[in-house]
């Protein structure tokens, strides 16, 4: 039971201290509440936690040394900056006391951990990167707990996401465009060869590093192959979702990964995306029902091959999308060979076919003497 309030001059830092609880997850909104007039009254915080919620002195200690785990302290690594943040977790930079390597901790929020299936897909996605050895995709040491923090220890990765490049207004030339689709594709066939589908392909979890290399960096939403979701609901972010997932229900296949790669494709060329509307719910109404419209790439200075990726990758039938990445790989190496020996050559009247599909452009011969 909470004491009775007492007649002492309200401490501004520790109601905001207080709301700090209840923002990050360790306290309820009612309990919050009921706090607020006895910390007005001047009654000792850490007290009431103990003595009226029933925390233990350590915890409270701790929480309090950590900001209420704004600031993390856990043994064996010197946690610095937060790196970013999502709607389940936070990643910090970290240094391993034991061998002074630089790493990425991604650790759980209040809600997630106190959420069973939560907890599960996070330990389930630690391990499974863990597994996981590919140039696209950032590596994996295995998840961890203390106290009430449940974490994942990860590769640090210098340098930023697309959607962070985008979000600073900075375009992507599709020189890079290709490069980084490329990359992707491939990060996603390793995946797929080991039958798993990635679910929820974005700018926000693509990393490109400081020596140009993309890499996958959440696996957040990974399922085995044509493992069904619950029906009505749609996995993944909704301004990406192909229309077959935003319709809900849908088995996991490769095909939607392609058109979130679509997506992506077309954001970070045309500096927006696709489909965009509020609230998400029009957003997926208009990837079910509303069809693509080429004339969005018309005057971009984007080539007839970029557009003729786009558009196929974002058909709205997955029959007409590439139907594996061994495809879509094959394609897009097509053009960028097609690209380095136009660039080789100096550009010259002479250029090589070019493929496009199961289409081919033939360059005409200039008229001189036969």
């Known amino acids: 039971m909470i004491p009775s309030p007492r007649d002492r001059a309200p401490d501004q830092g520790e109601l905001r201290y207080l709301a700090l609880l209840v923002h990050r997850g360790y306290l309820g909104a009612a309990t919050g509440k009921e706090l607020v007039p006895l910390v007005e009254a001047g009654q000792p915080l850490d007290a009431l936690l103990v003595e009226g919620v029933g925390w233990a002195p350590t915890k409270v200690a701790w929480l309090r040394s950590t900001h209420a785990g704004e600031q993390p302290r856990i043994p064996g690594f010197q946690v610095g900056v937060r790196l970013g943040q999502g709607g389940s ?34 330990v389930e996605e630690g391990k499974r990167l863990a597994q996981l050895q590919h140039p696209g995709l950032v590596s994996g040491y295995g998840v961890a707990k203390y106290s009430d923090q449940v974490f994942t220890k990860l590769e640090f990765i210098e340098g930023e996401t697309l959607q962070e490049r985008l979000d600073r207004g900075v375009g992507v030339p599709e020189t890079q465009a290709w490069k980084i689709l490329l990359q992707v594709a491939n990060a996603l066939k390793y995946l797929a060869d080991r039958g798993l589908v990635h679910r929820d392909v974005k700018p926000g979890n693509i990393m490109l590093t400081q020596s140009g290399q993309a890499k996958l960096i959440d696996l957040g939403f990974c399922a085995a192959k044509d493992k069904a979701c619950c029906e009505g609901l749609a996995v993944g972010t909704a301004e990406y979702l192909s229309p077959e997932q935003a319709m809900g229900g849908a088995a996991a296949d490769v095909r939607s990964d392609i058109y979130s790669l679509g997506v992506t494709l077309f954001q970070m060329t045309v500096g927006h995306l696709p489909f965009e509307s509020k609230p998400g719910e029009d957003v997926l109404r208009q990837h079910v029902l509303q069809v693509f419209q080429s004339s969005e790439l018309k005057g971009r200075s984007l080539s007839p091959q970029l557009q003729y990726f786009i558009e196929k990758m974002l058909a709205k039938d997955a029959s007409v999308r590439f139907q594996s990445y061994d495809e879509l790989i094959a394609e897009v190496e097509g053009q960028i060979e097609g690209q380095r020996r136009l660039d080789y050559s100096g550009g010259k009247a002479q250029k090589p076919k070019m493929r496009i599909g199961n289409r081919k452009t033939v360059r005409r011969k200039p008229r001189g003497r036969r």
Do not use: W
Not at 97 to 105: K, N, V, W
């Open 89 to 122: 977790a936070e990643v910090f930079r970290a240094k391993c006391e034991a061998d002074g390597r630089s790493m990425a901790l991604k650790i759980l929020n209040q809600a997630g951990f106190r959420t069973p299936e939560m907890l599960k897909a996070f």
